[in-house]
């Protein structure tokens, strides 16, 4: 059966066409799925170059060209604190813990919050994790023995729009589910913290050191 | 001087106003018939988490299994294994090869001082109210909820316990006055934050028809809230008429539209876990 309906679809054309697979749907209900689901673009018997209807389906070089985006660090927006309306601007909300679980939860308990309260999240990062060796002394003198390695986590949360007769009753209750361990800050977006973020080039910044 | 008996007003404003700082600042020209006062709920927040429910406890031990099931050996562990290894070989070989690693500490032995420095580490405990046999001045108690500052006022004739409050004097932003009345009973030195400008709530009485005139009809006090940052109140607390409460035990001691009005803007511990 499957083998009778390519040379139907080369003789017939146009509106014949969904007839047949109309036919071919009810009789062969096994083989062929992808013939017998759907309409002719799904048909995976597409015509040759020389078939009239050959690229009847392409519409891609109608759309207008994008301009490919190029990959630069997008500078960030900086929004007035009390304009009239008494709104932050970025505000970034930074967790802290040696505990990598608790911290995470944290902000994930943060996130949710801060979207069931409709406050906009801008953007939750993590900073690259500390690692701090701790050496104990073991009595005067002499040498450190016992160690343990420390990690510290960080996760940030930026929100913005946050209106200042909001802010107080979101702090209460983020300072209320504080979990033990876990250190809050909130401050305000300010370049440092975004360069905070990049990696330093020391070779850009020895040519700029040599241009001035 | 305000009147005890509060006969409340019908009307009913929302907790958080959103008013411009402008209203309450400049300094009206006519007298007002409303006296304010600014009042402040003082929080000392909890310091530890609550104790999980029973089918929290049951999911943490659940997940906490499977975690270890799917889990990887961790370098100590694998080291650990090596070594038990090695010494399982060298007793069936009955101490075929010299024993280089004589010196070198077995991860076996890390383990047990490990262990002996936990079992020296005496963890503080959760349940101090035990030991203070539920004293309500003391902050140590109830160490996973919200306690709250109440004092006992003189108000008319009669001393009522209320949320601190001072009187409103023109020139000066409610915020101010909240300030001013913490500072007076708990001493000017109070690591304590008011965050924001906007009050919490407001309750409004009309004073009792023998003391109310024309200009004095009745009190307007707004409350603020403010958060407690140390602990350490020993020099702060000058009177002795004080009380750390929870919400629960608010209803002991406020007067019943009072706590009404209250209770609109405390947020407690097993109501926000809900989020």
Redesign the interface.
Known sequence: MSAALPKVLCLKKGVLLKQVFALSRAATPRESHLCAAGDALLSCHRHYRSHPAHGIGRFKYLLPKEVPKKKKDRVQMKEINAGTDYEYGDINIQMTSYDMCLVEHFAQ?VH??CN?LSIRVNESYAMPTKTEEVLFLEGRGSKPQ?DAVLTTHQRVIQISHLS??????L???I???Q??GVHLLVKEHTEADFKSRLKARPELEELKAQMN | MAASSAVHCGLHRGA???APRARWACGMAAPRSWRLFGAVCLLR?????QPLQKEEEEMTALMGQIELEKSHYSDHEIRKLEEEELLRRRKESAYDDEEPGKTVIMAQDLED?WEQKFLRFKAAPRITDADESNSRTSLNRKLDR?LMLLVKQKIGNQELWLLPQEEWQPGETLRNTAERAMATFLGDHIEAKV????PYGIYKYKFPRAIRTEDNVGAKVFFF?A?LQSSDLSQAEKKGNHLWVTKDELGDYLKPEYLKKVNRFL?D?PV??K?
């Open positions: 308990y949710k919050l069931r016992l200042s007769t909001f802010a107080p009753i702090l209460e209750i300072q209320s589910n979990p033990e | 958080v106003m959103a927040l909890p310091r530890i988490t001082k919200n965050l924001g400008n906007a809230k958060f947020l511990l926000l876990n989020y």
